[in-house]
């Protein structure tokens, strides 16, 4: 990819050195948030982090610098495993202000185009094609613009003439006049520059605006009047450069990706029953023949096998599952992993490092953590297995509990190949039950049970004939 998107057309003999900054310092007003707001999340990621990976298709990670500002330790933090650089924005005085504070690091290269970090949707492939056009024209600043329907709220592009590619100016919405407001060609927040041209101009950007700051569309203007060439190109996909600033906007954006994701799992040959309702992640992967059903949320990084059925009001999050698996309704799944043909739920609960093996059971009301439970072995009722290693063909009967926590400590519980553990059993952590052990029901186990024993771990039974007529005799009133 990276290969394929780089600029072809440069008209310099030696490849033009190009670097991606992208706009993420803004505190995001409008959003009424703790969060800054190129951390809050559109299709399961943060807004960033879907602007970063459209970057890094382009120009490697290291000639990538994100400009951050507000909860800048925050930001980095989020982001910081994608390998780009930082430029710190300590003050955020606007977008053109943004710019000239990373001035400095991009005169390094030839090039620099300019991505706003809440504009998620944008794909690497625009991206290019807008470098290009601003390397075959030769020009000083090339923006990206877009027709909307609803322009309202962003910059509007003003063209030399209706059929010119050049722009005289952008006007935001703040200062534009009646007849500029009716323009639905609008700025979508992308560009790419000449660095010489941007370094030598950005201080004549000035403050004397609505918001008091320097405004990074102005350059438009100052570049025009210093008879320096500025382009536009229009995208025909507008729903590419859509901008979060509220709360409403971020649910519109989810929508749009999230849709374009089931569309996307379709088109692959996955079954997807009332696709508005399931929830998937971007980043999520799923094989064909699988069948999702209606409600159903895919989280994270989740991997789902082929042949599967998800079936309603299921919840799966970092999870593994393998081929041919049916998870029955309502069950919870976080970073677990479930072999082939595995069959979970109705109202599983598979915590973090549940390793189900193939052709295993886990049934109702079962809670797992940490437990590796091996092929064929099934725990089918209403029962708790943390810290446990269970081997193959084992049969967990209904309300088996692991102790595993001695209110400081976790313990392993180890149950071999083909135990059978009956019903109502609580196993005391550190124990072992050997291979073909069977557990009587209703057992407290404390210590280990050797292969192919029984062990009953109950009080003997008492019965008393007559003594509840006895004492109903006694009850009746004389
Ligand atoms: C901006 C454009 C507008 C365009 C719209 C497209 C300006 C003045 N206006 O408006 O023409 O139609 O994007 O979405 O640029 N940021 C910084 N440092 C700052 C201020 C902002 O890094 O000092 C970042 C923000 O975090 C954000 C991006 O720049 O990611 C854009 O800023 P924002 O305030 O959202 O600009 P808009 O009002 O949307
Ligand atoms: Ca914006």
């Not at 925050?74 to 005085?93: D, K, P």
């Not at 269970?390 to 392993?412: E, F, L, M, Q, S």
Request: positive net charge.
């Amino acid at each position: 990819m990276k290969k394929s998107t780089n600029p072809p057309s440069s008209k310099t003999t030696s490849a033009p050195r190009v670097a991606i900054a992208i706009m993420a310092a803004g505190k995001g007003t409008r959003l009424k948030s703790q969060l800054p707001k190129v951390l809050h999340e559109v299709g399961g990621k943060p807004l960033l982090a879907h602007v970063i990976a459209a970057a890094t298709r382009v120009v490697p990670a290291s000639d990538v610098f994100a400009i951050i500002g507000h909860e800048a330790d925050r930001v980095r933090a989020a982001v910081a495993n994608t390998g780009v650089n930082f430029i710190l924005q300590s003050e955020q005085r606007g977008t053109g202000h943004a710019l000239m504070v990373a001035r400095q690091l991009l005169s390094a290269y030839d090039h620099v185009i300019v991505l706003s970090g809440d504009a998620p949707q944008i794909t690497p492939q625009t991206i290019a094609q807008l470098l290009n056009f601003h390397l075959d024209e030769q020009a000083a600043m090339t923006l990206l613009s877009a027709d909307l329907d609803h322009p309202t709220g962003y910059g509007r592009v003003i063209r030399k003439g209706s059929r010119s590619a050049e722009v005289q100016a952008i006007i935001e919405e703040k200062s534009a006049s009646p007849a500029q407001k009716k323009i639905h060609e609008i700025n979508a927040g992308f560009y790419v520059f000449s660095v010489p041209a941007l370094s030598s101009h950005i201080e004549k950007l000035s403050t004397a605006n609505p918001h008091a700051e320097y405004y990074l569309t102005d350059m438009a203007a100052v570049l025009c009047h210093a008879r320096q060439k500025v382009v536009v190109w229009k995208t025909e996909n507008s729903a590419e450069v859509l901008g979060a600033n509220t709360r409403a906007e971020l649910a519109v954006l989810d929508e749009q990706m999230r849709i374009t994701k089931c569309s996307r799992l379709m088109a692959e040959g996955v079954t997807i029953f009332y696709p508005a309702t399931c929830v998937i992640d971007n980043d999520v992967e799923i094989a064909p023949d699988t069948i999702i059903e209606p409600f159903v949320q895919i989280l994270g990084h989740s991997r789902i096998g082929a042949s599967c059925r998800i079936r309603s009001y299921s919840v799966i999050r970092d999870s593994e599952i393998a081929d041919g698996v049916l998870i029955r309704p309502g069950c919870i799944l976080e970073e677990a992993r479930i072999g082939p043909g595995a069959i979970l739920g109705p109202y599983s609960h598979l915590r973090p490092g549940s390793d189900i093996g193939e052709g295993a059971h886990v049934g109702n009301f079962v809670e797992t953590k940490k437990i590796k439970l091996g092929k064929g072995s099934k725990a089918n009722h209403l029962t708790y297995l943390g810290d446990a290693e269970i081997g193959a063909g084992v049969n967990i009967g209904a309300g088996t509990i692991t102790c595993n926590y001695d209110g400081v400590h976790k313990h392993t519980t180890i149950i071999e190949d083909g135990v059978f553990i009956g019903s109502d059993s609580t196993l005391v952590a550190p124990v072992r039950v050997g291979k073909g052990a069977y557990v009587a029901a209703a057992s407290c186990i404390t210590t280990d049970v050797p292969e192919d024993a029984l062990a009953i771990g109950r009080a003997h039974q008492i019965v008393k004939p007559g003594w509840a007529s006895a004492k109903r005799a006694a009850r009746k009133p004389k």
